[in-house]
């Protein structure tokens, strides 16, 4: 018992920072139809304004959480202005590869400029055990956890509630009449790469707290896992990814957990292939079949 | 015996029937038409009767070669090959694939050729290429589309990819032809040779043929027998000449008079 | 009939030729060893785009799994060779991995082109390539984690430049048959297709299992070229780079994805030299090109010798 609520709790923490990613995958993917291949780098280029403004500076962890998402955001903005915006008529797959292309120059770019080293991450704030009945909880996860569902909520209160939300949601559905109805098509677009990278740039500090670590290659794998958990809560919920992003990491945590970690990633694939043999569009997708 | 019977076909799209309760039959080397205001449902049982999508209840056989096929639950692609063709209402041809294609493509369970054949080129797979083309070509000619063979389909003026997906349909060799709104889009000339062009292919191939259509010059010269839906149901059904006087389908083309 | 005796004949000048002309440059010392790896390499590539151009480009399937199916091929000869290290074990090997792949690509493209479409199709491959590598990555007769190493080379460039020739002629004759105009059709309009009576799901299968096959062929001259393999090698990068080469060439023509393949390759060689700075130039060009290029460097234009005939003719007719 005490064993299932301890990894519970682990599982949740990993689970909240693969939501956070998987939230920006699906907000992306929503509004341009793109598979974001750079936004785990983003995430990674967040670990590391983390990084840098806490050993140099000293930041604590509420202004170096928020120099983090600044960072993400900017990054995002540019590199949509930049590298995708020129492409928004052609064809999916070029774009596709540019965002593969981004990937690679985010990940290389670092390495060349700061080595390929993983490198330790600073302490923000003193870790301290809590030991609840044989459970071990530390103050960090608690604090990644309550982080993660605060940006949550509020992600939802910003697309609910703003005028810019209803503007992103009318873009996701329909572009061109959304432009015709008066809505700024490039700022929306230019806001949910803001919203979306902001996130991943705090889960960049999130996981490097967690695990006390980080490098440049570090957003590649959460990167395409926290793409498979935004498509197996249906791309474009935010629910969903939300959702998505737990499921992940209480797999893998239990996987682990049972002795079977050096299978955790093919069962993490495969739960994902038979979720979408029945539900194609995912678990809050909407699935829409196209009219003869 | 019918060719094609229909027995109580309902479909339903979440609370709304679209096709409600729909029997009809055509029979060998017919030209039926089915008319109707716009949603009335008659794209629907197309879909219905093509296998597109699945019926919600009732039942549709095909009788030929002294044989019973129940397509009730048959895809679409076993529904083709038993003989049923179609077009679409808004044009679904390969777009990026040239003419010739798109009639070589609509032949592919026609001929065989064998993928060690082909892979290897042996002198089978020549002979069978130039059959199916000299066939294609014989179609194609028809309806005046030699020129055009080697034009992408998507460079075609809008009336001729009407015209090209009939050939392709005919390609498939169907018993039955559905033809969505054919003269669709066409100006008047158009659509007179259109009427004529569709007499000839359903003498010359000794085919039936129903056909979806708004413009009621071509619907009166061409067919024989009239089915009119309305709001999913059989409203009417009779020659041209009663159609024309049946007064439940003037209130439901006019809409319920005052006077 | 005739005039395609000329057409086969041209193509097979141009093999002859070509194998002559590389036989000659080594001979002659201008192809080094380091040349001659950048060959090998870019024929392993051209075996590999092209069947996953046969699947993307053709079928319109969109397949993120590739390198799975090489690490089939790759696995199967390492095994096979390491007890039977003759040129017979290597053949062997070759046709083991082929029909492995063909059987896992059938069970997998089964399992998700009835249901799935585009990204999320793409997402399935992934993950099925993925559990592939996982498995391999946890067995004892594949070396696990390590990989394996000192795997007999069996093959040397002409092997590599006669497979690139034999999948290629297979290929393109698979496209232009009857196979490939129902291939095509599914590409262009699922529903058209099935109602024209081609079974999507068949077709579909039929592209992405011919596709595996050529994956795994070169997966096993990678395995016996390199003698080093590990499960590392087939991963999700690997797939992706396969995909830039067909995107980089132009989804759907062949030969854009010879030219892609040829210029990556060289790229990557001469940018050895830059050490640590290759990948970030390499970064820039791909997006640089896709910018400037979106439909890749050749669209999906093609090279045939009826075409250039057909204009040497016509020059003919006008001079005269």
Redo the contacts between chains.
């Keep these: 018992m005490q064993t299932v609520l301890q990894q519970i709790i682990n599982a949740l923490s990993l689970g909240s920072i693969y939501a956070l990613l998987a939230l920006g995958y699906s907000m992306v993917?929503g509004i341009i139809?793109l598979?974001n291949f750079a936004h785990g780098d983003i995430y990674m280029l967040g670990a590391f304004a983390a990084y840098y403004v806490i050993s140099l500076w000293h930041f604590n962890f509420i202004t170096a959480l928020l120099t983090a998402m600044v960072v993400g955001a900017v990054s995002g903005v540019v590199i949509e202005y930049f590298?995708y915006r020129?492409?928004r008529k052609?064809?999916r797959?070029?774009?596709?590869?540019?965002a593969?292309?981004?990937s690679?120059?985010l990940?290389?770019?670092m390495?060349?400029l700061v080595g390929s080293n993983a490198r330790s991450f600073p302490q923000v704030i003193e870790q301290v055990n809590y030991n609840l009945g044989g459970v071990l909880i530390s103050n960090i996860q608690i604090l990644i956890l309550v982080t993660a569902l605060i940006l949550m909520v509020l992600l939802q209160l910003i697309i609910k509630k703003t005028k810019m939300g209803r503007a992103m949601r009318a873009v996701s559905v329909d572009p061109e009449a959304a432009e015709l109805v008066g809505v700024n098509v490039n700022h929306t677009i230019s806001f949910t790469f803001a919203l979306g990278s902001a996130l991943a740039g705090a889960a960049g500090i999130l996981i490097g707290m967690y695990y006390n670590q980080i490098d440049p290659l570090m957003g590649m794998t959460p990167g395409?896992k926290a793409?498979?958990a935004a498509?197996l809560g249906g791309?474009g919920s935010v629910p969903g990814a939300s959702l998505g992003g737990f499921l992940i990491g209480i797999l893998e945590t239990f996987f682990q957990s049972i002795g079977l970690s050096?299978?955790k990633?093919?069962v993490v694939?495969?739960v994902?292939?038979v979720i979408?043999?029945f539900l194609?569009?995912?678990i809050f997708g909407k699935n829409t079949e196209?009219k003869? | 015996m019918h060719l094609l019977q229909v027995d109580h076909v309902v479909r339903k799209f979440g609370g709304l029937t679209a096709v409600n309760d729909v029997s009809l039959h055509l029979d060998d080397q017919e030209l039926v038409a089915l008319i109707g205001p716009n949603g009335a449902g008659k794209?629907t049982l197309f879909?219905l009767l093509t296998g597109?999508?699945p019926v919600t209840s009732g039942k549709i056989v095909l009788n030929k070669n002294s044989q019973s096929y129940d397509l009730t639950k048959e895809s679409a692609t076993k529904i083709a090959d038993l003989g049923l063709s179609r077009t679409?209402q808004n044009i679904r041809l390969f777009k990026d694939l040239t003419v010739m294609d798109n009639v070589l493509t609509a032949m592919t369970n026609k001929y065989h050729e064998g993928f060690m054949t082909a892979i290897l080129r042996l002198p089978n797979f020549y002979q069978t290429e130039c059959e199916m083309r000299v066939a294609a070509e014989k179609l194609l000619a028809i309806f005046n589309l030699t020129a055009n063979a080697n034009t992408l389909a998507k460079n075609l003026p809008y009336g001729t990819q009407r015209r090209l997906e009939i050939v392709r349909a005919l390609a498939t060799r169907p018993q039955i032809l559905f033809l969505d709104e054919p003269a669709a889009g066409m100006n008047p000339e158009e659509t007179a040779d259109l009427t004529q062009l569709i007499k000839y292919i359903q003498t010359e191939f000794k085919i039936t043929v129903l056909l979806i259509e708004h413009d009621m010059s071509l619907v009166m010269n061409l067919a024989q027998r009239i089915y009119v839906l309305d709001q999913g149901q059989i409203l009417a059904t009779g020659t041209p000449e009663e159609i024309k006087v049946n007064p439940k389908v003037i209130e439901a083309y006019l809409g319920e008079g005052d006077e | 009939m005739k005039a395609n005796l000329k057409y086969i004949l041209s193509w097979l000048a141009v093999m002859v030729l070509g194998f002559a002309l590389i036989d000659v440059l080594i001979l002659g010392g201008v192809i080094d060893t380091f040349i001659e790896n950048m060959l090998v390499t870019i024929g392993i590539n051209i075996i590999l785009a092209t069947g996953l151009n046969l699947i993307?480009g053709f079928s319109g399937q969109?397949s993120l799994g590739h390198a799975g199916f090489m690490a089939i091929g790759a696995y199967a000869t390492a095994i096979i060779t390491q007890y039977w290290s003759t040129e017979l074990g290597f053949i062997i090997s070759l046709f083991v991995g082929m029909a492995l792949a063909a059987i896992i690509a059938a069970i997998i493209g089964t399992?998700?082109f009835i249901?799935?479409?585009g990204?999320?199709l793409?997402?399935?491959t992934?993950?099925?390539a993925?559990?592939i590598r996982?498995?391999i990555?946890?067995l004892k007769i594949t070396g696990g984690s390590s990989g394996m190493f000192n795997i007999p080379q069996l093959c040397s460039w002409p092997t590599v430049y006669v497979l690139v020739c034999i999948t290629t002629v297979v290929l393109l004759n698979f496209i232009r048959s009857r196979d490939g105009r129902a291939i095509k059709a599914v590409r262009e309009d699922?529903?058209a297709a099935s109602a024209m009576g081609i079974n999507t799901t068949k077709w579909k299968l039929a592209a992405f299992v011919l596709g595996g096959v050529t994956a795994a062929i070169a997966g096993s001259l990678h395995a016996s070229y390199l003698q080093t393999i590990a499960p590392s090698d087939f991963g999700?990068m690997e797939s992706?780079s396969i995909?830039?080469i067909v995107?980089?060439g132009g989804?759907g023509s062949m030969t854009g994805t010879f030219l892609a393949a040829t210029v990556l390759g060289v790229l990557d060689t001469v940018l050895q030299n830059f050490g640590?700075?290759r990948?970030?130039i390499?970064?820039?060009a791909?997006?640089l090109i896709?910018?400037f290029k979106?439909?890749?460097l050749l669209g999906n234009w093609e090279f045939s010798f009826k075409n250039l005939f057909a204009r040497f003719t016509k020059k003919k007719e006008a001079r005269s």
């Excluded at chain 1, 797959?93 to 540019?98: N, Q």
């Design positions: 993917y139809k598979i590298a020129p492409l052609s064809p797959i070029a774009v596709l590869i540019t593969i292309g981004v690679f120059l990940e290389n770019g390495s060349y395409i793409f498979v498509v791309i050096a299978y990633d093919a694939y495969l994902l292939i979408l043999l194609p569009a995912g196209e003869v | 794209t879909n597109m999508i679409f | 993307i969109f399992a998700t249901r799935l479409k990204d999320y793409a997402i399935a992934l993950g099925a993925e559990i996982n498995v990555n946890n699922e529903i999700i992706i995909l830039v995107v980089l989804v640590s700075l990948m970030v390499y970064a820039i791909l997006i896709m910018i979106p439909s890749g």
